[in-house]
């Protein structure tokens, strides 16, 4: 059960790395993207899932806390991405996203009196923060019921982009043992890993200062004509 576990986590991981990377490249909103989009969230989902289950069956609590944002990222990504509406799915992915951000930061804590190099409290507290930051988007849309708009698709983006940084990071940094000895420890590896995060900056100044993605609701022109 779990070399087959351990299987399909490697495939899940191959797949998303290759689609995700695609998925970014490519023009956003066109077919091919899509496409990737949806070959890549399908992927890392199951990676974030088969990564959580072995993580607990080795009490890796790094790796816990990367599968719980990695799912809860790419869930809320993936929904921005497919609709403009709010249903129930956004308010079960603001209950995830809440209790993992308390379950990380209370890891924090406990790791500030119990050191573990393995989880540095540092790194707990900064991605319970980012996951505070990202459920605060979630109740802001929620009590606007949907959104639309270069706001939705910079949270499909940015969230995305996220998910992504960990699997790269889990890869090119994390198993640097699978490369050949002169590139383990390289900086080509690192650039590799944090490639998502420029990637994200190009995109996000293109959504936010060019035309193709000034996309208005109806009610916004309307009210921009009064």
Request: aromatic share 8%; proline share 3%; hydrophobic share 55%.
């Amino acid at each position: 059960m779990r070399l087959t576990l351990l299987i399909l986590h490697i495939l899940a991981g191959t797949v998303s790395l290759l689609a995700g990377t695609l998925a970014m490249s490519v023009r956003k909103g066109g077919r091919l993207h899509r496409a990737s989009g949806n070959v890549f969230t399908v992927a890392i989902l199951v990676l974030a899932s088969s990564a959580l289950y072995l993580a607990i069956q080795k009490s890796q609590n790094g790796n816990i806390i990367a599968a719980i944002i990695t799912f809860y990222m790419i869930t809320t990504a993936w929904l921005a991405g497919r609709r403009r509406s709010i249903g129930r799915l956004d308010l079960a992915a603001l209950l995830v996203g809440t209790g993992g951000a308390a379950a990380i930061l209370t890891l924090g804590v406990h790791t500030l009196h119990h050191p573990d190099k393995n989880t540095p409290a540092a790194m707990c507290f900064f991605l319970g923060v980012v996951l505070l930051l990202a459920t605060a988007g979630d109740v802001r849309m929620l009590i606007r019921g949907g959104i639309s708009g270069r706001p939705r698709i910079v949270r499909h983006l940015w969230r995305m982009c996220l998910g992504l940084f960990f699997a790269t990071g889990s890869f090119f940094l994390g198993q640097q043992q699978v490369f050949p000895a002169f590139l383990q420890g390289s900086i080509f590896l690192t650039a590799l890993a944090v490639l998502p995060f420029p990637l994200m900056i190009y995109w996000l100044i293109r959504v936010r200062f060019g035309k193709t993605y000034n996309v208005q609701t109806p009610a916004t022109a309307m009210a921009k004509t009064l």
